[in-house]
């Protein structure tokens, strides 16, 4: 039975370390890489896969796992399996983490199969405890249970097993692979055959060419162990490793020229259901001729064959993945191009890709998108689904609202170019993936910056549709004060370009609204000329006065020029002690302008701590390692004011002790940001010289104290409050605005189909 794989082909070659001894009982070296430049020419001739054996009490041999790491670091594209690795002479959890960690470090190209031990002799002089048959089965299916524990990071609880032959107590799980680790089991007697079809993911079929002459009998005891653990038999890949001759004068199977390999190994492929073919050979011409020869004509024939038939080529996800799924998202109609890459329940990246950098979340489905046709797929398949549905470009927003419970979520993180359009304008071309610290870091050599967050880690797509209140902002004004136009995805999978010449009211509504409106596939900024920057980080003790000190560094912030911002971070008291840091950008590198004007801000309050350095803008905001792994829900909230009041600066303070409150930050706008009009964007408070935002533990208790602000402030920024209640709209958008963005909705979203992050109904006609 053809089982429908998409086929692969590979070299299996010894892993000859070139030492021996001679007749004279000395000992010769020859070339310990030449298994190396096998596998490099194997990849080079374009086979999919090398493998080696791993037999390391052999004297002649490399330990195979010391090989595949290094061969792992010579080749870039060819997969790399152990064939099979020897598992009772490896302890299932390290193994578990040593595959995780190739995995990563070869960004996903490690095959895993195991075995369960051979030439117990050998094994023994080595200090492997010997294993019945019997017992040896067992222990494998012990060892993979314990590797599938150990990589499914995301769960939180530590991996515990008490099997008869392998114990873990409190194993802490991780690192995930970088891809969903196929196991391969290695066997073909009746209790391995089992064991292969309820738990592995692919048959290594023993014996070599010999093997496959039984393959009809031993087959269908697979086929029938997995039907009777309620899987598909198909899940299950064959793996064959063949050898033979392609001298021509020699008479047998595979012993002849490429043709006749190809008329051989075609029924191995269409009624044996073999997915995988394994050169077993050390010739660099025979792998040559493998590759070149035998391997594109079988492809063509499997191809015609299945085509005459009707048999869909296809990889049928595993049952151990399928079992996670979330009910409500129909994973079958995915289309074939966005499950390339999507990530689910199951899967090993699930970990890396379920959460944000302040929410935990648990979503059914990832879509990974690689240009703007599959982002416009992915809306409009999305929209089938009867569940919520997320977008995300960074992931860091404070709200957290780029992921989400048993929806699906567009992941925008693989459209990340940053281009220079023209260096007269300083226009550039920014994807949504993009991180502000690389976008800084692509900008920094030719003296350009734009605004963005305090943060390098940030993308570039949730900032960019919201405001964007960053270090430069009093210089530059928000972030979408210089977008000049974007491309982007609506809600019917169609694709727009806006700007202030083409779809101006779209234009206007994604400049602080764009995330109610569709997905930006691409911003172009005008970016600012902006050198070297002053940093100063200033530390006060506030503890006799955190009112007074407020209404003080409001006044200094609010009297500096445009090229000065300043942030302040402040936490409740710690050990009766109440200290304010502010973080102050001066854009300028003259260290003379950036000292007088840090030194008005460090005269507000006694200073227990301060420094001041003068570096690159990029430095500042350099990019960290983008992987989030959050638990909990984000409580914040926000609020803008226009000035910091002695009745603000009060309550404040009270709010600072009341214990409902961790952090407390003061960012300053002005400036810049009010050369804008109100009806300039849908960022309308451009009255505000200030962005307030507290957090806390308990959406209950810090609405409680914040509300009793409420008063002071004139509208909310969006990105940084998690206040779902619906009055928290017309707190972002004030009457107008909101009215404007209702007849919006309409015309471009009718569905709402985007409305994870703030809930407005589209006018009705």
Excluded: C
Excluded at 622 to 646: C, E, I, M, N, T
Excluded at 652 to 680: C, E, K, N, Y
């Amino acid at each position: 039975m053809d089982l429908g794989h998409p086929l692969e082909f590979g070299a299996f070659i010894t892993p000859h370390n070139s030492w021996g001894p001679t007749a004279d009982s000395g000992h010769t070296t020859g070339d310990p890489l030449a298994p190396v430049r096998l596998a490099q020419h194997s990849e080079a001739v374009g086979l999919d896969l090398v493998a080696f054996q791993d037999h390391p009490y052999q004297p002649r041999f490399h330990e195979t796992w010391t090989l595949l790491s290094w061969v792992a670091g010579q080749t870039d594209r060819i997969r790399l399996a152990p064939s099979v690795i020897n598992v009772p002479m490896r302890q299932p959890a390290v193994l578990a983490k040593a595959a995780a960690s190739l995995d990563l470090l070869s960004h996903g190209r490690l095959q895993l199969a195991l075995g369960a031990g051979h030439f117990w002799d050998a094994m023994e002089s080595m200090g492997t405890r010997r294993l019945q048959p019997g017992e040896s089965i067992d222990a494998l299916e012990e060892a993979i249970d314990i590797l599938r524990g150990v990589w499914a990071a995301g769960e939180r609880n530590p991996l515990r097993t008490n099997g008869v032959h392998h114990r873990v107590d409190g194993v802490v799980r991780g690192p995930a692979p970088a891809h969903t680790l196929p196991i391969w089991v290695g066997g073909g007697k009746p209790r391995m055959l089992d064991l292969i079809g309820r738990l592995a993911d692919g048959w290594v079929i023993p014996g070599g060419t010999v093997g496959l002459g039984d393959l009809s009998a031993t087959g269908r005891a697979v086929d029938e162990a997995a039907i009777k653990a309620g899987r598909d038999p198909r899940e299950i890949r064959r793996i064959a490793n063949v050898s033979g001759s392609f001298d021509a004068r020699r008479r047998g199977f595979l012993q002849g020229p490429a043709t006749q390999w190809v008329e051989q190994l075609l029924p191995v492929v269409l009624d044996d259901g073999v997915g995988t073919v394994v050169l077993a050979s050390d010739g660099p011409a025979a792998i040559e001729t493998f590759a070149g020869e035998v391997v594109p004509a079988l492809r063509e024939a499997v191809a015609a064959e299945r085509e005459r038939r009707g048999t869909e080529t296809r990889t049928i996800t595993s049952t151990f993945v399928r079992v996670q799924r979330h009910v409500g998202i129909d994973y079958d109609s995915v289309p074939a191009p966005l499950a390339h890459g999507a990530v689910e329940p199951g899967d090993a990246a699930y970990a890396r890709h379920r959460s944000t950098y302040l929410r935990g979340g648990s979503p059914g489905l990832v879509l990974r998108p690689r240009d703007v046709g599959e982002v416009a797929e992915s809306v409009r398949w999305a929209g089938t689904q009867p569940v919520p549905l997320s977008v995300r470009s960074g992931g860091h927003g404070i709200s957290g609202r780029s992921t989400n419970r048993g929806g699906i979520i567009i992941d925008l993180g693989r459209l990340r170019e940053i281009e220079v359009l023209d260096p007269a304008t300083r226009r550039v071309r920014i994807g949504p993936g993009a991180r502000w610290g690389e976008v800084a870091a692509a900008l920094a050599p030719r003296g350009w910056a734009i605004t963005s967050g305090d943060y390098g880690g940030v993308g570039v797509g949730g900032l960019a549709t919201a405001g964007g209140i960053g270090f430069l902002g009093r210089l530059q004004g928000l972030t979408i004060d210089r977008l000049r136009a974007v491309e982007m995805v609506l809600a019917d999978g169609s694709m727009v370009r806006a700007s202030e010449s083409e779809n101006r009211d779209l234009f206007w509504g994604v400049r602080g609204a764009g995330f109610l409106l569709g997905i930006v596939t691409s911003f172009e900024f005008e970016a600012g000329e902006v050198g070297d920057i002053g940093f100063g980080q200033l530390v006060h003790d506030v503890t006799s006065d955190v009112a007074g000190f407020l209404v003080r560094w409001g006044a200094a912030v609010e009297g500096s020029p445009r090229d000065t911002t300043s942030f302040l971070i402040m936490g409740p008291p710690r050990n009766g002690r109440v200290v304010a840091q502010t973080m102050n950008v001066v854009a300028s590198d003259d260290a003379e302008r950036i000292l007088a004007r840090l030194q008005v801000l460090a005269g507000v309050a006694p200073l227990i701590g301060q420094q001041a350095q003068i570096m690159p803008y990029a430095a500042l905001v350099a990019a960290p390692p983008s992987a989030h792994d959050a638990q909990g829900q984000p409580v914040a909230r926000s609020g803008l004011l226009d000035h910091v009041s002695p009745g603000f600066a009060k309550q404040a303070a009270d709010l600072l002790h009341s214990g409902s409150v961790h952090f407390f930050q003061i960012r300053a706008l002005g400036g810049a940001t009010q050369d804008m009009t109100p009806d300039a964007t849908a960022f309308a408070h451009r009255s505000a010289r200030f962005s307030v935002v507290a957090m806390g533990a308990s959406h209950s208790r810090l609405d409680r104290v914040w509300d009793a602000l409420a008063h002071h402030f004139d509208g909310l920024y969006v990105s940084f409050d998690t206040d779902r209640r619906p009055e928290r709209v017309g707190d972002a958008f004030p009457p107008a605005t909101l009215e404007r963005l209702r007849a919006l909705k309409r015309t471009y979203d009718p569905g709402n189909v985007f409305r994870d992050n703030v809930q407005i109904e589209p006018t009705q006609p």
